[in-house]
Structures are given as structure tokens and as C-alpha cells.
Nanobody, 125 residues
Framework: VQLQASGGGLAQAGDSLRLSCVAS????????VAWFRQAPGREREFVAA????????FYADSVKGRFTISRDNAKNTVYLRMDSLKPEDTAVYYC???????????????????WGQGTQVTVSS
């Protein structure tokens, strides 16, 4: 499956943005999809994930309550709604997909074999 991320941009603290990750492939509904982010000088970190089929969701503690991940399988798209943005949310955001991943590994970037290009999110104070 190929992934295309979009929706990044400039925002002020407290604003909202919605990222989209559009996938190719007819079996997308069975894939688990995650968002990771990487700020300059820092390692890539897990943000949120949504399982295929059942749609269970997972969040990093730093975004819980502010970000919402969802999917529209009819559109082969996963969304990341980001509310109450903070300057520390500034990063390049990547979506990734896996056809088979267990819940205990869902936060691990090395478990995902399909990656989209990043989309820059910059939040000013």
C-alpha cells in the first residue's frame, strides 16, 4: 500500500489542524495506520494509531485528549484531528501502515513497513 500524507501547515497555539493520510490498495480497511512525528534533533515518536477493521485507537500521552485519529475506509483515508495545538507539537508528521500488528507493538515505528512522505506542522506561540 502507498500512503500520501497532507494537511500540515502553520498554526498558532490553540488552533486546530487536520492531517489526512490517503492510501492506495483495496485491502486498506484491514491495515492498521499510525501517525508518528519527528521534530528537529529528536527521534521519531509515536502519536496515534488506529487498528484495521475494528478501529481501536491508541494515543501518546502527550496528545491524549487533544488529538483524534479516525478512518474512512470508503475513502481509503485516515485522519488526525489536532486540537489545542502547542508549540511542542511542531514536527514533521508521518503516516505509516501495517497489515499485521499486535496491540503491544502498535507504538513501535519499526513494525510499520509502509510509510508516507511527511507533512510539516509548525505551531507558533
Amino acid at each position: 500500500v502507498q500512503l500520501q500524507a497532507s494537511g500540515g501547515g502553520l498554526a498558532q497555539a490553540g488552533d486546530s489542524l487536520r492531517l489526512s493520510c490517503v492510501a492506495s490498495g483495496r485491502t486498506f480497511r484491514s491495515y492498521s495506520v499510525a501517525w508518528f512525528r519527528q521534530a528537529p534533533g529528536r527521534e521519531r515518536e509515536f502519536v496515534a494509531a488506529i487498528k484495521g477493521n475494528g478501529g481501536s485507537t491508541f494515543y501518546a500521552d502527550s496528545v491524549k485528549g487533544r488529538f483524534t485519529i479516525s478512518r474512512d475506509n470508503a475513502k481509503n483515508t485516515v485522519y488526525l484531528r489536532m486540537d489545542s495545538l502547542k508549540p511542542e507539537d511542531t514536527a514533521v508528521y508521518y503516516c505509516a501502515a501495517s497489515s499485521s500488528i499486535i496491540n503491544s507493538s502498535i507504538r513501535r515505528s519499526d513494525m510499520y513497513s509502509n510509510w508516507g512522505q511527511g507533512t510539516q506542522v509548525t505551531v507558533s506561540s
